[in-house]
């Protein structure tokens, strides 16, 4: 059996509008449906659950050295957490592929030695994306990684094999001033303050990153995205698409019958409210009513 082909904006939205009574979709109604009633039901989410679980995700920054200040990624929403990430060996690539990287002939690794470890992209092309080695080769230096490299390298990116993972302290900017700060520090960062809105703010590391040597740092930072800034055609909006199949038919299916002020309206919104209600709960975490088992001595 062929593996079911993933949904798209598009693929969702007419099955929905189907299902609202009309069997051949307009391409008015499609777009109308894709701009608008998507979107409302973005925004219903957004509304009634800031962290579920669907929403967490991870984000990779290269750090500049003397640079302590940075924006936040474009679809953050909130609770950042940062682990600064930093290696002993760096190279320039001999070469690279979507799933591989050719390492620098001088790299000494042997396969135990390197099987495990992270590399990060840190400058040219693919700054910014790591994966995980899974494989190596010590005669052709070819190290598999998996997943996939975000952005394939090629001969001119330089990279790092991570080595040390350290979690950096999250402190109000406003106490950090007050008690600590010194911004001629450099150093290895250890702390981190956060500043402004979440749609427009930033990041300050303390100490300003600097190394003595060639190694440059990473960030891992872990947050919850904002569904409203997602990418529609991104790889977590994809994502969502299929996970919250129901969610998005039932909301786009209420919302045609409303358009086209069909009494079923009604019953649909219950519907849609219904599920909606229902994915929420079981996206918090520590909310999660899958495994829950309940008796009639539960109620007494």
């Known amino acids: 059996m062929a593996v079911p082909t993933n949904p798209t904006a598009t693929t969702l939205v007419s099955e929905a509008i189907k299902k609202a009574g009309h069997s051949s979709p307009t391409s008015g109604q499609i777009t109308r449906a894709e701009d608008f009633f998507m979107q409302e ?13 669907f929403l967490h995700t991870t984000s990779i920054l290269v750090l500049t050295e003397g640079k302590n200040r940075y924006a936040n990624p474009t679809d953050y929403s909130s609770d950042m957490e940062m682990t600064l990430l930093s290696g002993t060996n760096d190279g320039t690539a001999q070469d690279g592929a979507v799933g591989s990287i050719t390492l620098a002939a001088t790299d000494s690794f042997i396969d135990s030695g390197i099987v495990g470890k992270e590399i990060l992209i840190t400058a040219n092309t693919g700054a910014g994306s790591m994966s995980q080695v899974t494989a190596y080769d010590d005669t052709t230096k070819v190290a598999t990684v998996t997943p996939d490299f975000t952005t394939t390298p090629d001969n001119t990116s330089t990279y790092s094999i991570i080595d040390a993972y350290d979690h950096l ?8 001033d007050r008690k600590v700060r010194n911004d001629t520090l450099l150093g290895r960062p250890t702390h981190f303050m956060p500043i402004g809105s979440a749609n427009e703010g930033e990041f300050t590391l303390y100490p300003t990153p600097y190394t003595d040597d060639t190694s440059v740092y990473g960030i ?24 919250l199949r129901n969610i998005w038919i039932a909301g786009v299916k209420a919302k045609q019958l409303e358009d086209d002020m069909d009494n079923r309206q009604f019953a649909a919104k219950q519907e849609y409210n219904s599920a909606l209600q229902a994915v929420i709960m079981r996206e918090q975490y ?4 899958n495994g829950l088992v309940m008796s009639v001595s539960d109620y007494n």
Request: proline fraction near 4%.
């Open 41 to 53: 039901i973005k925004n219903d989410i957004h509304t009634l659950a800031k962290k579920p679980k």
């Open 169 to 176: 302290e999250q402190t109000p900017s406003f106490e950090f």
């Open 220 to 243: 891992r930072l872990r947050y919850y995205a904002n569904i409203m800034e997602l990418d529609n055609t991104g790889t977590l909006m994809t994502k969502l698409y299929s996970t």
């Open 286 to 289: 520590g909310m999660d009513l």
